[in-house]
């Protein structure tokens, strides 16, 4: 079983940039990973994924062109780089472990435990 620890949310201002982290207690280049997020009273919805070699990558339209996802597969870890933020942007980010580079979460078999980000206007 792999666990995962997202970390690197906080409180911006609108414009600003975050980096969020997730570490992975196994090794994960057999793997897709992905970013999903959850604002409240809203369904978790996709953000972005990666394939196993790092070398695809998908964005939701709603943060195409500001958000960068990467991974070392070395550490074991999935990275995204959050640029231009905005207040619609708040919600708690969780990463995700899955077989297929997917936009469904339902494939996505391991789940970390989240990190705030919250966006001030």
């Known amino acids: 079983q792999v666990q995962l620890v997202e970390s690197g949310g906080g409180l911006v201002q609108a414009g600003g940039s975050l980096r969020l982290s997730c570490a992975a207690s196994?090794?994960?280049?057999?793997?897709?990973m992905g970013w999903f997020r959850q604002a409240p009273g809203k369904e978790r919805e996709f953000v972005a994924n990666i394939n196993r070699s790092g070398g695809g990558t998908l964005y939701a339209d709603s943060v195409k062109g500001r958000f960068t996802i990467s991974r070392d597969n070395a550490k074991n870890t999935v990275y995204l780089q959050m640029n231009s933020l905005k207040p619609e942007d708040t919600a708690v980010y969780y990463c995700g472990i899955s077989n297929i580079p997917t936009t469904r979460r339902d494939f996505y078999v391991y789940w970390g435990q989240g990190t705030q980000v919250t966006v001030s206007s």
């Open positions: 196994g090794r994960t280049s057999s793997y897709a």
